[in-house]
Every structure is written in structure tokens, then in C-alpha cells.
């Protein structure tokens, strides 16, 4: 018998930097309520960067990145910058 995955639809969270550290992202995406407890996740092995869980508070999250955490997906994509 085959068991068909629900595949979420991710949200889009848009950064106008180049990167964005992941304990940053989690407080930025409103995943968690704090940087303390971005970190405590972060270390637990309760975040997931690309399929793999991931124990860098640091880690650097660019476009094209997916974050899994508590049943959430996020994609990191660019803001497009207006030409000036």
C-alpha cells in the first residue's frame, strides 16, 4: 500500500540582505517569541535547514533556503530591490 505525503506549500519569507543568521530568521519569520528560545530549538535539533537538521545558531540562511521547524516550512527568498 502506498502512502501519499502532504508536501506544504512553504511561506515565503522575503530578507533584503544577502543572508540572515538562523536564530535571526526563526525571530524574524515569528516562529519563536525570543532570541533565547531560537537558540534553545537551534540546539535541541528541533530545526531543520534543506532536510537536515541543523545545530548552528549562525548558520547563514540565503535565498532558495527552506527552514522546518514545529510542522512549519519557510523559504528564504531575496526582496527585489527597486534600481535606483
Known amino acids: ?21 538562523l ?8 516562529a519563536v517569541e525570543s532570541g533565547g528560545m531560537a537558540k534553545e530549538v537551534i540546539l535541541n535539533g528541533e530545526v531543520r535547514v534543506n532536510g537536515e537538521v541543523c545545530l548552528e ?8 533556503d527552506r527552514v522546518l521547524f514545529a510542522g512549519m516550512l519557510f523559504a528564504v527568498e531575496r526582496e527585489a530591490r527597486e534600481l535606483e
Request: hydrophobic letters at 45%; glycine letters at 6%.
Open 1 to 21: 500500500m502506498k502512502i501519499k505525503a502532504k508536501i506544504a506549500k512553504p511561506e515565503i519569507i522575503k530578507i533584503n540582505t544577502e543572508f540572515i543568521k
Open 23 to 30: 536564530d535571526q530568521f526563526l525571530k524574524f519569520a515569528n
Open 57 to 64: 545558531r549562525g548558520k547563514k540562511l540565503r535565498a532558495g
